[in-house]
């Protein structure tokens, strides 16, 4: 069977750090991040990043592959990392921490393709319901999903099937 139009295959990059919040280097957004105040991302396209901006994931992606890590949280809290397109407050996290503790970890996310947050992440801190405290955010892109080979392969498989009954319908119609 051909992979459907919602699937999609991972594509590794060299790690690339997106978002620094950190005084002084401040990639991406300002920080830091405030508890329970979101924020979007972009990751698609031209972006700032560490070294200057540039194209780290293609527009059109379907999902980003991400080393996420707090740096010195005034309190424990967790980070919820959830599509741009995400409604209402962040309920899940992606990574938990404790006061002062540096605690990365992997997280892979979707991505609206479409629309205004197309490309983007939302990225919430929360220091478990209490407003107030903060924390600044590291965020390192390695890796992105997208679904355009797919796309091609069933493109592909589609127009040999056609060009398969067009040759069985002449072979059938050549021996009448």
């Known amino acids: 069977?051909?992979?459907?139009?919602?699937?999609?295959?991972i594509v590794s990059v060299t790690p690339e750090r997106i978002l620094d919040t950190r005084n002084g280097n401040d990639v991406g957004l300002a920080g830091p991040f405030v508890s329970a105040v979101a924020q979007k991302l972009q990751v698609t396209g031209s972006i700032p990043t560490a070294t200057g901006?540039?194209?780290?994931?293609?527009?059109?992606?379907?999902?980003?592959?991400?080393?996420?890590t707090p740096v010195s949280p005034t309190t424990a809290g967790f980070i919820s990392i959830r599509p741009g397109d995400a409604a209402g407050a962040?309920?899940?996290?992606?990574?938990?921490?404790?006061?002062?503790?540096?605690?990365?970890?992997?997280?892979q996310v979707a991505m609206p393709t479409a629309g205004?947050?197309?490309?983007?992440?939302?990225?919430?801190?929360?220091?478990?319901?209490?407003?107030?405290?903060t924390t600044d955010v590291l965020i390192d892109v390695v890796g992105?999903?997208?679904?355009?080979?797919?796309?091609?392969?069933v493109a592909d498989v589609a127009a040999k099937a056609n060009a398969a009954d067009v040759n069985a319908g002449l072979a059938l119609k050549a021996n009448t």
Request: charged fraction near 10%.
């Open 144 to 153: 992105y999903t997208t679904n355009t080979g797919l796309q091609e392969l």
């Open 116 to 133: 205004a947050n197309a490309g983007k992440i939302d990225i919430t801190f929360d220091a478990y319901g209490v407003a107030g405290p």
């Open 53 to 68: 901006a540039k194209t780290v994931v293609p527009t059109g992606a379907t999902g980003v592959l991400l080393n996420v």
């Open 1 to 9: 069977a051909a992979p459907g139009p919602a699937e999609s295959t």
């Open 90 to 107: 962040a309920t899940t996290s992606s990574l938990n921490f404790t006061a002062g503790g540096i605690s990365p970890n992997s997280v």
